[in-house]
């Protein structure tokens, strides 16, 4: 079975720029999640979707982050203008209680600095 | 007060070593817990998953809930220095997932 796949692994943009990132969760998995993760701590949740709907964005700093799930499968999480402190890896997870129980998978990540 | 608390470490120990790696929480809710292994420049990888309390046990790995104290711990015998990662625990009622901040161990050959 595959696993999440995200891309790009690693991004280097100045501040102010865009960058998007892409997630494609675990067959099957209706529920997919944004996390943020700075070094040195834990994964901070920015979004979580239930198929193309959004369960919680309510640590998202919707002034410069947005995220879709359109057709409810992949996911593209946004972020315009990057400032220096979002500096971060973006964890794409997925989750289907009738296939993983209550836990969750992540992917490789996706590493952006922002210079 | 944070949800989940766990010490950052840094740990170091030789190979062979018994690990121990512990986190706290506060929520009584918590049914579901498990350990994830990072390392570096990769995504979490799922360890364990235990429900409510009691220990599980694979190879060399073995969990720990102890619900009663809102303590979690994860065992590692014999380790190794491909052991050498950041490991996380994390815990959910059902529904939101809350994470510790990783301690990172370093296994020296």
Not at chain 1, 74 to 100: F, H, M, W
Not at chain 2, 68 to 97: E, H, V, W
Request: glycine share 8%.
């Amino acid at each position: 079975e595959a696993g999440v796949a995200q891309s790009p692994r690693y991004k280097i943009i100045e501040k102010r720029q865009s960058v998007a990132f892409w997630c494609n969760p675990i067959s099957g998995h209706a529920t997919l999640y944004w996390y943020q993760q700075i070094l040195g701590q834990g994964p901070k949740l920015l979004i979580q979707f239930q198929n193309n709907g959004v369960v919680d964005d309510s640590q998202l700093p919707k002034d410069r982050f947005s995220a879709e799930r359109l057709k409810g499968v992949d996911s593209t999480l946004k972020i315009q203008p990057a400032k220096l402190e979002d500096s971060a890896v973006y964890l794409c997870a997925s989750r289907n209680p009738g296939i993983s129980g209550n836990t969750i998978y992540f992917g490789e990540g996706s590493w952006l600095t922002v210079v | 007060q944070k949800e989940v608390e766990q010490d950052p470490g840094p740990l170091s120990v030789p190979e062979g070593a018994i690990v121990s790696l512990n986190c706290t929480y506060s929520n009584s809710a918590f049914q579901y817990f498990m350990w994830y292994r990072q390392y570096s420049r990769k995504g979490p990888e799922l360890l364990m998953y235990t429900y409510s309390s009691g220990n599980k046990e694979d190879g060399r790995f073995t969990a720990q809930v102890d619900k009663s104290s809102k303590y979690i711990s994860l065992f590692i015998r014999d380790s190794q220095p491909s052991d050498s990662a950041t490991y996380l625990c994390a815990m959910t009622g059902g529904n939101q997932f809350y994470f510790g901040t990783g301690t990172s161990l370093t296994v020296i050959p």
